[in-house]
């Protein structure tokens, strides 16, 4: 099947920066959208920003300016780069891919199991 696995998420003071990665794996003939979301505890989940396979990207009002998402299609990664994090920005981050298997298969969501951004100096 296909695996997405976050990499990236810890720590970081009111103000810092902070990488994530996500990397599919499994069996991957394209991926359509990629994108990362979000979840905080007592709240729903959210788009965080999102980037098509031509690389068109777009983001929640809360990422814009802050935050940048990029993929490599090659290594089927999406990363999301965060500047200027805030206490509002500690969640759970979760990556999202629309995957298709195998050439004139329809497309399967699959999630990434999450990792955690803390934003507390």
């Known amino acids: 099947q296909v695996q997405l696995v976050e990499f990236g998420g810890g720590l970081v003071q009111p103000g810092g920066s902070l990488s994530l990665s996500c990397v599919g794996s499994g069996r991957i003939f394209s991926i359509y959208h990629m994108g990362w979301y979000r979840q905080a505890p007592g709240k729903e989940r959210e788009l965080v920003a999102g980037?098509?396979?031509?690389?068109?990207?777009n983001y929640a009002d809360f990422a814009k300016g802050r935050f940048t998402i990029s993929r490599d299609n090659t290594k089927n990664a999406v990363y999301l780069q965060m500047n200027s994090l805030k206490p509002d920005d500690a969640a759970v981050y979760y990556c999202?891919?629309?995957?298709?298997?195998?050439?004139?298969?329809?497309?399967?969501?699959?999630w990434g199991q999450g990792t955690p951004v803390t934003v507390s100096s």
């Open positions: 980037i098509t396979n031509g690389g068109t990207a």
């Open positions: 999202n891919a629309e995957v298709v298997q195998s050439p004139g298969w329809a497309y399967v969501e699959v």
